[in-house]
């Protein structure tokens, strides 16, 4: 899913997440909106155009605000509850993004970017 800020060189954050302390489900679901935001800036940066060129500061925004509604609506299409998500919606979330994140990204990368944020999954009670 995202390249950037995965995993910070020599520790364990993933995507904002410090893998040695504890998580809540609201902490994973954020991070699969980061981790989400990070792989597919650079194609909506391809439609910036179809927005009117807006200032860089309000595209980055217009970006976030779309990813995060794209895995709203996949919270809505599970029957899930995007501001109470349980573990086991966020592995159906998980699995809905990797079907649609196979369109932009080679398999090998989606697996890992996957493992990266079933870490996190997998901390849950």
Same mark, same amino acid.
């Given at each position: 899913?995202? $390249?950037?800020?995965?995993?910070?060189?020599?520790?364990?954050?993933?995507?904002?997440?410090?893998?040695?302390?504890?998580?809540?489900?609201?902490?994973?679901?954020?991070?699969?909106?980061?981790?989400?935001? $990070?792989?597919?800036?650079n194609v909506l940066e391809?439609?910036? $155009?179809?927005?009117?060129?807006?200032?860089?500061?309000?595209?980055?925004?217009?970006?976030?605000?779309?990813?995060?509604?794209?895995?709203?609506?996949?919270?809505?299409?599970?029957?899930?509850?995007f501001n109470r998500p349980?573990? $086991?919606?966020?592995?159906?979330?998980?699995?809905?993004?990797?079907?649609?994140?196979?369109?932009?990204?080679?398999?090998?990368?989606?697996?890992?970017?996957?493992?990266?944020?079933?870490?996190?999954?997998?901390k849950l009670d």
């Amino acid at each position: 899913m995202g $390249e950037g800020k995965r995993i910070a060189k020599n520790s364990n954050i993933i995507y904002g997440l410090d893998v040695t302390k504890n998580v809540t489900p609201v902490m994973v679901r954020d991070a699969i909106i980061q981790c989400f935001y $990070e792989a597919h800036c650079n194609v909506l940066e391809l439609a910036r $155009e179809t927005f009117g060129h807006p200032p860089e500061k309000k595209f980055k925004e217009m970006k976030k605000s779309h990813v995060k509604e794209i895995v709203q609506d996949i919270f809505v299409k599970i029957e899930g509850d995007f501001n109470r998500p349980t573990k $086991e919606n966020l592995r159906s979330v998980l699995e809905n993004l990797k079907g649609f994140a196979s369109i932009y990204r080679q398999p090998d990368i989606i697996k890992k970017h996957v493992s990266e944020i079933m870490l996190l999954i997998n901390k849950l009670d």
